[in-house]
């Protein structure tokens, strides 16, 4: 793309403001080098262009240094423990029925109301297991296709559809962007890859769940999702179930592109494992998420339920180039126990009439620490660009931690940039209250935070609107009182 | 005299280690009214706050029995499904929650925590636009988030609209009546008479005659510094009318 590297440049410029299937199973040895890279990328049989991607940066992350901005307390990080290329667990090391899973983890499916054979698949157990999903899928496909829509695996799209990966893939965020983008650039196992065609609205939400193949994609998952002129997607990632895994770190790449009049509609529900009471053991979450709204009048939304993790540094993103585009981020980010989350967007005004909304909720409880960071930028060439920001933390008991920390940059006199911030403690009175109508001290809880997040719930679609609402009263439980 | 629904025996309620009730006497039987009046700061919505099991509302001593079973051991929300309803002096805002579902959601943990079926929702919309209709709520307040800038009167409207859904056994009114107009007064008092039954009590505090002109009292008890310093019929709210409280702060 053309523009490479303006974005670069810009992107790269944020930094002082601390935004600096058919696979073999065996598993490669833990450690990074030029021949791992080089054996993950024959293994998938890959073009020497991708080759040459992954290698250049391999040595691009060897020189990034660590981001260190972020108000997060990481421990001591060894990249060469990890295996790279980790083959779906055999069989015989699964649990072989749902007896031996974690029945605590078996507590909160009960209550999500999680049919038994996705209770197995979740907790990965050991069976041939039909999914139900398996037709629905198949339906799905054909669907699709009549639409002509693309959704597919990254691997497959590589094969099928070089040209645009080629052309995209890096485009909006480019390989050493930061360190933990730049390792996924060099490793990443598959993804998922989207075109809607021009004129089309996709006839469903798309669902990584609805993809079959999905499994074992988790640790260094790679998304490129475009969307043509006039198009309109909307795509759903992750799920409500709390889902374990052997990998610690999750270094995910995701990235978007609306041509003109193009509408990308992106919704996360972020459930990983958070850890113990003291955070051992759970998922440290490193995603980089940016959608380029290219084209005039296009609009990318970013949607997120960030619950889990026992670290989350995520800061979902719209460059907003074409004139008189739109980009939204609505955010509820809780964090309990030791967790830890540092979450937030940046909103790139490039293009004329740009407009952006942001409207974060964080709510902390236990020991955990949770920070908004943003940052809107406002380039000389935006004249009249817009922003609104809201961010309202909830404090839920007294050893816990909320920060807001947004950054404006504008340099357009006729822009104009709001921003509005309240911190509030869940209200001995109001808990009283629900309680005293009959509501359970967990039920009060739950619908009091419900309530706190309400504008951000209802820009989810309306099944995983009532799952989140769910989720977040369930990681909640025992923290009052 | 019937079973007393609502039986307060010597009771001692503190906040904070400092004495607000102290030894305090009262019984409500099962399908009577009865008003508690009483001067600025006696303790009266101390006591329903330590009635309902507030948390800060220590209660050191006496007990409280609700159709004759001691409610001490239970927590709020399992007072509330014993059937113990509290009409707040000032009803709390719940931003982003609706109303309505508000009201739902009370149902149905209500029903859950007495083992019932949960209310048809159907039904549960039928009723509840009746009862708001027979209160004269608008449906946009029942969609709007609970009490958030609902006017003084509207939130006691809405407080009686919740009495009229829930339907306990034995309700505490603190002050409903202060804050509405005339014509809500007379509005929200035909919803407690409508209301009163054999197997329910009210306990309605108020610091006024007028209401008492349209709910009827059983009886009419003074609380002063603590403790019930007189009782009487509905003679005695206006008697109270006239000479005020010197009397018995005196005491
Ligand atoms: N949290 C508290 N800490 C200390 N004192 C309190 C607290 N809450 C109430 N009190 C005191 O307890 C006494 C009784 O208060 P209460 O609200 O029960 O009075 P009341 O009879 O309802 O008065 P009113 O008619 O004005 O509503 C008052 O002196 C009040 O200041
Ligand atoms: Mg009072």
Redesign the interface.
């Known amino acids: 793309m053309e523009n490479r590297d303006e974005i670069e440049d810009l992107v790269q410029s944020d930094y002082r403001y601390g935004f600096s299937s058919d696979i073999d199973s065996e598993t490669i040895a833990p450690g990074l080098s030029e021949d791992v890279v080089r054996s993950i990328s024959a293994k998938k049989n890959e073009p020497e262009w991708l080759l040459e991607f992954r290698l250049d940066a391999l040595k691009r992350w060897r020189a990034l240094p660590d981001p260190d901005w972020a108000r997060l307390e990481i421990p001591p990080f060894d990249y060469d423990a990890i295996s790279y290329w980790s083959a779906p667990k055999s069989m015989a090391d699964r649990p072989q029925s749902l007896d031996e899973v974690d029945p605590q983890l078996l507590e909160v499916y009960e209550k999500l109301g999680i049919p038994l054979k996705e209770q197995e698949m979740l907790a990965g157990v050991a069976v041939d297991v039909v999914f139900d999903s398996v037709s629905v899928a198949t339906t799905f496909k054909d669907k699709l296709e009549e639409a002509g829509v693309i959704f597919c695996s990254i691997s497959e799209a590589v094969h099928r559809y070089p040209d645009m990966v080629k052309k995209y893939m890096g485009a909006v965020i480019p390989v050493s962007d930061n360190k933990h983008a730049c390792l996924n650039s060099a490793v990443f196992s598959d993804g998922t890859f989207v075109y809607i065609p021009k004129n089309t609205r996709c006839p469903m939400e798309l669902s990584t769940y609805f993809r079959i193949n999905a499994e074992n994609t988790g640790q260094f998952e790679r998304t490129l999702i475009i969307a043509d002129e006039g198009s309109y997607v909307s795509y759903l990632e992750g799920c409500t179930a709390p889902m374990r895994d052997e990998n610690q770190l999750h270094a995910a790449v995701v990235e978007l592109v609306a041509m003109d009049d193009a509408e990308i509609k992106y919704s996360t529900v972020q459930n990983w494992y958070p850890g113990d009471e003291e955070g051992r053991g759970g998922i440290y979450n490193f995603v980089t998420k940016r959608g380029l709204c290219a084209g005039k009048n296009s609009k990318i939304s970013w949607t997120q339920v960030e619950t889990g993790s026992a670290i989350t540094w995520k800061y979902p993103s719209c460059v907003l180039r074409g004139e008189g585009s739109v980009g939204e981020f609505y955010s509820i980010a809780l964090t309990n126990k030791k967790q830890q989350a540092d979450t937030g967007t940046k909103m790139i005004h490039l293009g004329a009439n740009t407009r952006s909304r942001i409207v974060a909720k964080g709510i902390s409880a236990g020991r955990s620490n949770s920070t908004y960071r943003g940052l809107v930028s406002v380039h000389p060439k935006a004249a009249n660009a817009r922003n609104f920001t809201q961010c309202d933390s909830l404090l839920i008991g007294s050893q816990c931690g909320a920060h807001t920390t947004p950054y404006i940059e504008s340099r357009n006199a006729s822009a104009v940039v709001e921003h509005e911030a309240t911190t509030s403690k869940l209200?001995?009175?109001?808990l009283?209250?629900?309680?005293?109508?009959?509501?359970?001290?967990e039920?009060?809880v739950a619908?009091?935070v419900?309530?706190?997040?309400?504008?951000v719930l209802q820009q989810l679609p309306m099944e995983f609107a009532a799952e989140a609402q769910k989720l977040l009263g369930i990681n909640l439980e025992g923290s009052v009182g | 005299m019937s079973n007393p629904m609502l039986e307060v025996c010597d009771l001692a309620v503190e906040i904070g280690g400092k004495r607000i009730i102290n030894g305090m006497n009262l019984v409500v039987p099962a399908g009577e009214v009865h008003a508690i009046m009483g001067p600025n700061g006696a303790g009266k919505s101390t006591l329903s706050y330590a009635m309902?099991g507030?948390?800060?509302y220590d209660i050191v001593g006496g007990d409280i029995l609700l159709d004759g079973q001691s409610i001490l051991g239970l927590?709020?929300?399992e007072r509330?499904?014993a059937g113990m309803?509290?009409a707040?002096q000032y009803?709390?805002?719940?931003?982003?929650?609706a109303n309505m579902s508000?009201l739902k959601?009370?149902?149905e943990?209500?029903a859950k925590?007495r083992g019932q079926e949960k209310q048809a929702t159907v039904e549960f919309m039928r009723q509840v636009k009746a009862e708001a209709r027979a209160l004269q709520i608008s449906e946009d307040m029942l969609r709007r988030?609970l009490n958030v800038g609902f006017s003084g009167g509207e939130k006691k409207r809405n407080e009686a609209l919740?009495l009229a859904m829930?339907a306990p056994k034995m309700a505490v009114l603190d002050e409903t009546d202060s804050g509405l107009d005339i014509d809500a007064l007379k509005i929200v008092a035909e919803g407690v008479n409508r209301m009163r039954d054999p197997a329910r009590s009210f306990l309605v505090i108020t610091h006024y005659q007028r209401l008492l002109d349209y709910i009827v009292p059983d009886q009419v008890h003074v609380l002063a510094a603590g403790k019930i310093v007189a009782s009487g019929g509905a003679d005695l709210a206006r008697e109270l009318e006239e000479s005020g409280y010197a009397a018995y702060e005196a005491a």
């Open positions: 209200s001995e009175d109001q009283f209250y629900c309680q005293q109508r009959g509501l359970s001290e039920e009060s619908l009091l419900s309530g706190f997040c309400r504008e | 309902a507030r948390p800060g927590d709020v929300s509330a499904a309803f509290l707040l009803p709390v805002e719940i931003p982003g929650v508000f959601t009370a149902l943990s209500l925590a988030p919740q829930l």
